[in-house]
């Protein structure tokens, strides 16, 4: 791979959970790591929530103060699209699942970044063949599926579209040793190969509560202890967001059939604000970022 071609600057578009942790990831690897977003502040407090992240992997000895230093200089915050991806050689948005607003947000990244600069979608579904031909621009474009939380889950699912290169898909690859993810390479197809899967055993589970098989404690337990899942299907999905898992399904559903076809119990609790962990309920209550049986 040319030696031009390697990926040390990374810039982040959105500081939610998913690109905050992101960032992170990036940092902490020692590539220089530019954060925005859209919402006024929030870009400067996804990097002081980093920072006491950092703080608590020192005090627990899992970092040492040298490389929480190096983390922190390497992750600055940009006010606009321009100035945080100008000279980027990596592009990553973690905006919400919306196609028309992902589309926008790449046209400003087009725009603004360098001709070579990878244009990789955190998307957990949708199609990134659509979004390269909608931003002229489908050889760069790719998906980097991280997941929940970042800093912690090995894997990074590479999504290839139909107009990604061979060597797009390569410096992908390469990205993903660098910060000591364990990639695997999907087809663009609905879902790819993890959302597919884990929602479909998650719509289950909440179609399991919902009557009344048993409750959500004892259906988690379920699969950390017989299928050693480390987490259950539940508890996963108030981890997630709830309304996350409802737009996945209702885009699954459409595209691929009955079987994704959203459980009503889901959709009355988005319904009613109870989104899971960031609203501090969902299947579960939420204190201090642990959960208990309701």
């Known amino acids: 791979m040319d030696a031009s071609a390697a990926i040390r600057k990374v810039s ?13 990831v990036t940092a902490s690897a020692g590539l220089a790591t530019c954060v925005f977003d859209a919402v006024p502040g929030r870009a400067e407090q996804a990097a002081s929530a980093i920072k006491a992240q950092l703080e608590k992997l020192v005090a627990k000895g899992k970092m040492d103060a040298a490389q929480r230093e190096k983390t922190l200089a390497a992750l600055s915050v940009a006010a606009d699209v321009p100035r945080a ?26 725009a603004a970044a360098p001709a070579h600069a990878l244009l990789g979608s955190n998307t957990s579904s949708l199609s990134l063949t659509e979004i390269g031909a909608r931003i002229g621009a489908p050889e760069r474009t790719i998906g980097l599926h991280f997941f929940n939380p970042p800093p912690l889950m090995e894997l ?3 999504v290839r579209g139909i107009g990604t290169s061979p060597s797009t898909v390569e410096r992908a690859l390469a990205f993903a040793q660098s910060i000591g993810k ?12 993890t959302s597919r899967l884990g ?15 048993a409750s959500a404690g004892d259906i988690d337990r ?10 259950g299907p539940l508890k996963l999905t108030d981890l997630v967001g709830l ?21 009503a119990l889901l959709r009355q609790m988005v319904r009613a604000g109870k ?5 501090g309920e969902g299947f579960y209550v939420w204190k201090d970022g642990v959960a208990h049986a309701k």
């Not at 699969?223 to 987490?231: C, I, K």
């Not at 309304?243 to 699954?252: C, E, Y």
């Not at 989104?275 to 609203?279: I, N």
């Open 222 to 231: 379920a699969m950390e202890l017989g299928y050693r899942h480390p987490m």
């Open 85 to 110: 991806c100008h000279d980027a050689d990596l592009v990553i948005e973690a905006a919400p699942e919306s196609m028309d607003l992902k589309v926008k947000l790449f046209g400003e990244v087009v």
């Open 243 to 263: 309304d996350v898992r409802l737009a996945i399904l209702d885009h699954l559903h459409r595209e691929l059939g009955e079987q994704f076809r959203a459980p």
């Open 182 to 193: 364990t990639p695997i390479v999907v087809r663009d197809v609905p879902g790819f190969a």
């Open 156 to 158: 990074l699912e590479i």
């Open 275 to 279: 989104l899971g962990k960031k609203s």
């Open 199 to 213: 929602v479909i055993l998650g719509a289950e589970a909440i179609r399991m509560l919902e009557s009344g098989v």
């Open 12 to 24: 982040i578009l959105g500081s939610g959970t998913m690109g905050q942790g992101i960032a992170q």
